[in-house]
């Protein structure tokens, strides 16, 4: 490993103060500092962290846990930022870029119970806790006997609420609990059958300054070809939808063969109506795979999905 001649400053990565954040913002550190890159992490505080109470909705508008980071990227009092890609908003931002997403983690949706091992052996009623519209629609879709209630906060809050009895059991992301050290918590991963996965679920977004190069050409390295194409696909459907993070929309991009596969499936709230379609194209170039996230999206759409979305 050849050594810089010059002495440059860290990298200044801003990361929010969770503890998935800061295992996520670390991990990205470590691949960059064993390339030789020094890296310094600057927390930076966001809307969704700050009000952790009441339903997501309340705090009104898309990219809670983002924006704030985002300015902090523009003001240049950090020079680049890892997203849980799902949170990131596909509105693009001018003046930012995504410039790698690294290799992807498990994907599913995992449930934490205390008494059941599946979503089917939950007891009629049963009282299942999640603040996405995405999780309770494809729930109330599967089981309509189920109650769904309001839950947030970070993936430890929500644990302990679980713990406290407040719920029979909750949903969260594999990646997630995977990251924490928490994997011994699930009852059962969720097949996408069961539970389409959310827009980039389990992928991280690398995201910085579009002018600064320098800063590009030591963060593409960390970039991985298939989750890039999957997750483009993924989130081309999403913004056709124009579903943003709070959409009860699920997508699920995977190479098959040569062939990437795209299913998004669009959900009423209340799981009365569900629309799926797929479909599979070789996708060489982001541009493919964007067009196959938009063709999928189409074909929802002539289904009549936007009637789905608007009707919250
Ligand atoms: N919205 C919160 C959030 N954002 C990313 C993850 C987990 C990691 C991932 O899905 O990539 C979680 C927690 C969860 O949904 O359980």
């Known amino acids: 490993m050849t050594q810089p001649t010059t ?44 009000r952790q109470v009441g ?9 809670v846990f983002t924006k704030a980071i985002q300015e902090a990227l523009l003001d240049e009092r950090i020079d680049f930022a890892v997203h849980s890609l799902k ?16 290799p992807r983690a498990p994907l599913a949706d995992a449930l934490i119970a205390h008494h059941a091992a599946s979503l089917a052996e939950l007891p009629a009623g049963a009282l299942v806790g999640t603040g996405s519209y995405r999780r309770r629609a494809q729930l109330l879709n599967a089981r309509p006997d189920l109650q769904v209630g309001d839950l947030r906060g970070n993936v430890e809050t929500r644990l302990a609420k679980l713990d406290a009895g407040d719920y029979d059991a909750i949903l969260l992301a594999e990646a997630g609990l995977h990251r924490l050290g928490l994997s011994d ?29 320098a800063t590009q050409t030591v963060l593409t390295p960390l970039n991985d070809p298939i989750t890039h194409l999957a997750v483009l696909a993924e989130r081309s459907a999403l913004a056709r939808l124009e579903g943003g993070c709070l959409a009860a929309l ?4 995977r190479l098959e063969g040569a062939a990437l596969c795209l299913t998004v ?15 599979a194209a070789e996708c060489a170039t982001p541009a493919q795979a964007v067009a196959l996230g ?16 608007r009707a919250r």
């Open 7 to 50: 002495t440059t400053a860290p990298l200044r990565l801003g990361s929010r103060g969770s503890k998935l954040a800061r295992w996520q913002a670390e991990w990205v550190a470590k691949q960059l500092s064993d390339a030789g890159v020094a890296v310094q992490i600057v927390e930076v505080r966001t809307a969704g962290d700050v």
């Open 294 to 309: 938009r063709a999928v999206a189409e074909d929802l759409l002539a289904q009549g999905a936007a009637d789905l979305l």
């Open 185 to 213: 918590r699930i009852a059962c991963r969720l097949s996408p059958a069961e539970m389409l996965p959310a827009p980039g679920q389990g992928a991280l977004g690398i995201e910085c300054r579009a002018a600064d190069t």
């Open 55 to 63: 339903p997501i909705e309340t705090i009104g508008m898309v990219g």
């Open 87 to 102: 949170d990131l908003p596909t509105t693009p931002v001018p003046g930012l870029e995504v410039v790698a997403t690294p």
């Open 250 to 253: 699920g997508a699920w991009a």
């Open 265 to 279: 499936g669009v959900f009423r709230e209340d799981g009365q109506r569900r629309l799926d379609a797929q479909s």
